[in-house]
């Protein structure tokens, strides 16, 4: 299916297209699953440039996660190719934030956060004044020496989000990482990414399954199929930033920007689940 | 009064009745006070032991014997067993060994050790070593073969090195286990030295418990049972111990 993108609301300031930093040539990821081959992803093609802010939509088992783990060299693709353009040799190319609890039980909070930077070799005063920055702005202060078990399943993910953030890397990879957390927290968190992005100008891929998280961080939210999973539409985001979450719903181009988006989305969530009952 | 403390005050309350009991069933004359001396007699015995100083080179020499044989193996098999744990290929090559080897119960092997390596103390210390050996291997390659991929995943996000990945998720993710089978592996220690200690030995606990038995001073083997007992129980405190000290995460679970 082809979408005719709705039009950007251009500021003016892109008078040059910025670089390129990961381009994805027809992507492919076979498994094998009970010695059957089930396709993953389908020949998917994408072009992110250098500080865009990608938002990845797509019904349960559509391959997202297989996608972004490719693109973090977690994964090897089976067919097609992945180009990623490293250009600050300072900082590393790319971090995840894993969509399970991924935090080192055997750590306590602040040398979870600060685990990438120690491994990194970087000088403990530094480390120890990012972990502190990361630790305020979570709301984790009260609980830098604490383990994991003690945590909540919202905070744990805050810890995974804040190590990835402390990792301050080129390209930040996101696999729902607001899901567990509580309306009020995805609020505060929601800021905080949009603040991190536009101060830093990362490139930022991010999954999710609400709407309202992708309208209000995304420059293109890229819907994909049902699985196995391809690029189904991909739409420019018409909303000016700075983006509130509760403001843009006022917004008449959300109303109509949304229910384009979901109009593909629920049928693709409707094949998906056909498939497998 | 709560459960717990009921349990507690029972812990205590029940080994001493049953000591109790034995001291009355001997002083009755219901049970043969030869065969079954009271625990009064042996506790006497025991201070008497001490007081001649005849009881301490027993005691350093099977603690000595007991502390080198556990080091030696749980050093070897902590380290052979992660690396197992760690690679398919070294796994390959030694599971089949350790596996045909396993069954063969370690009391089993203290004649051969005897005549492979003298009846000098290196049988005693590598036959209690080798025993703690397997157990704490089969524990260490079960750890590392458990954790979570997702950590070995965060450790590739991190771009971390092998050696790196060995120190920061391999060992602690496998701690747990490993500590698991360390405290199984003091059991069976211990189990192993009394009977290293029957044959081919002068000095030791399980020697006193042997020649108590042939030359009929069965005080003397109440003794070292008991003593056996007690090293056996401090041990085990010693090792909840130092599992709480390097599984600090394990806490409150
Ligand atoms: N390691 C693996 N081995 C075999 N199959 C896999 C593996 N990882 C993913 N798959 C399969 O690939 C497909 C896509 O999985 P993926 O995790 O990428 O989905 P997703 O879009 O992230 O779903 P969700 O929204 O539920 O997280 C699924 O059918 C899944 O079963
Ligand atoms: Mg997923």
């Known amino acids: ?277 | 009064m709560t459960s717990t403390a009921t349990a507690r005050i029972l812990n205590v309350v029940s080994p001493l009745a049953l000591l109790l009991l034995w001291e009355l069933c001997v002083w009755s004359g219901f049970v043969d006070g030869r065969l079954f001396p009271a625990p009064s007699e042996i506790i006497g015995a025991l201070v008497q032991m001490i007081i001649t100083g005849e009881l301490w080179p027993h005691v350093t020499a099977s603690l000595t014997r007991i502390l080198a044989g556990l080091a030696i193996g749980s050093a070897a098999g902590v380290t052979l067993g992660i690396i197992m744990g760690l690679s398919p290929l070294v796994r390959a090559i030694i599971q089949p060994v350790i596996a045909a080897t396993y069954p063969v119960p370690r009391t089993a092997i203290v004649p051969l050790f005897l005549i492979i390596f003298g009846i000098g103390e290196l049988s005693k210390i590598l036959v209690i070593a080798i025993s703690v050996f397997y157990i704490v291997l089969i524990n260490s390659m079960t750890g590392v073969m458990q954790i979570d991929r997702i950590y070995l995943d965060v450790g590739k996000d991190m771009r971390v090195s092998r050696f790196q990945a060995f120190w920061t998720i391999a060992l602690p993710g496998a701690l747990p286990t490993i500590m698991s089978g360390l405290k199984l592996a003091v059991g069976i220690a211990f189990i192993v030295l009394v009977v290293a200690e029957y044959t081919g030995s002068q000095t030791g606990l399980g020697y006193m418990i042997w020649e108590g038995w042939q030359i009929l001073d069965l005080r003397r083997m109440y003794v070292g049972l008991l003593l056996v007992a007690l090293f056996g129980w401090l041990a085990t405190l010693l090792m909840d111990e130092l599992e709480h000290i390097v599984v600090p995460w394990r806490r409150g679970r």
Not at chain 1, 13 to 42: D, H, Y
Not at chain 1, 44 to 60: D, K, R
Not at chain 1, 218 to 239: E, Q, Y
């Open chain 1, 1 to 277: 299916m082809t979408v005719t993108p709705i039009k950007t609301i251009d500021p003016g300031i892109k008078a040059e297209p910025a670089p390129v930093k990961v381009r994805l040539n027809g992507l492919s990821k076979m498994f094998k699953v009970n010695g059957r081959e089930v396709t993953a992803l389908q020949d998917v093609s994408l072009t992110i440039a250098s500080g865009e802010f990608v938002v990845i939509v797509g019904p349960s088992g559509c391959g997202k996660t297989t996608l972004l783990r490719i693109v973090d060299g977690l994964d090897e693709e089976s067919h097609g190719h992945v180009t990623r353009f490293h250009t600050d040799p300072s900082k590393p190319l790319s971090s995840m934030i894993f969509q399970e609890h991924a935090i080192f039980p055997w750590l306590s909070v602040e040398r979870n956060i600060g685990y990438g930077l120690r491994m990194r070799g970087l000088p403990k005063a530094e480390i120890a004044a990012t972990v502190a920055h990361f630790l305020k702005k979570m709301g984790l202060a009260d609980y830098a020496k604490a383990y994991p078990y003690q945590l909540s399943g919202g905070m744990k993910q805050r810890v995974s989000i804040a190590r990835a953030f402390a990792n301050d890397p080129e390209i930040l990879c996101m696999d729902e990482p607001f899901a567990a957390l509580d309306e009020q927290n995805k609020a505060i968190m929601l800021e905080e990414l949009t603040r991190i992005w536009s101060e830093t100008r990362k490139t930022a891929l991010f999954i999710t399954h609400s709407l309202d998280e992708a309208l209000v961080l995304a420059d293109r939210i890229v819907v994909m199929t049902a699985r196995p999973g391809r690029i189904a539409a991909i739409f420019d985001n018409p909303l000016p930033r700075p983006r509130q979450s509760y403001e843009i719903r006022k917004d008449p181009a959300y109303g109509e920007i949304s229910a384009r988006i979901w109009s593909i989305l629920r049928e693709e969530v409707m094949k998906s689940r056909g498939e497998t009952v």
